[in-house]
């Protein structure tokens, strides 16, 4: 990711460009899994922050990365911020085909994965 991405919209066009050979409806989706991947690490974690985005060999999987150096784990489906809050992590469970988090020392990854390409594509 750029160094100079700071904000959500500069990350989200990034993204959208490395992801340019997905169909329409995989970029849309990716984009929704980085949104709140990355609003989660700003909204619950502490920086720096980094973001990737890498492709399977077969190229038919992204995963999205997310690092923050907070090292508490996460809360599915509520939010320290409000009762208005908490539904990032129920969107990504859904969306994605798996995801997770890895603790590390200094912080952590939080990822999510999603099908695309030829994973896509009825049998």
């Known amino acids: 990711m750029p160094d100079d991405a700071t904000s959500l ?20 989706d990716c984009m929704l899994l980085v949104t709140e991947l990355v609003s989660n690490a700003y909204d619950h974690g502490t920086g720096p922050r980094t973001v990737r985005l890498r492709r399977s060999p077969d190229r038919t999987v992204v995963r999205v990365e997310v690092d923050d150096t907070a090292p508490e784990g ?28 890895d603790v590390r020392r200094g912080g952590k990854t939080v990822w999510a994965e ?10």
């Open 114 to 123: 999603l099908p695309c390409g030829s994973s896509h594509v009825p049998h």
């Open 74 to 101: 996460l809360t599915f489906g509520r939010s320290r911020l409000g009762p208005n809050r908490g539904r990032g992590l129920v969107i990504i469970d859904k969306l994605s085909r798996t995801w997770g988090v």
């Open 9 to 28: 919209a500069a990350v989200r066009r990034w993204a959208a460009g490395a992801l340019a050979d997905l169909t329409e409806d995989e970029i849309d």
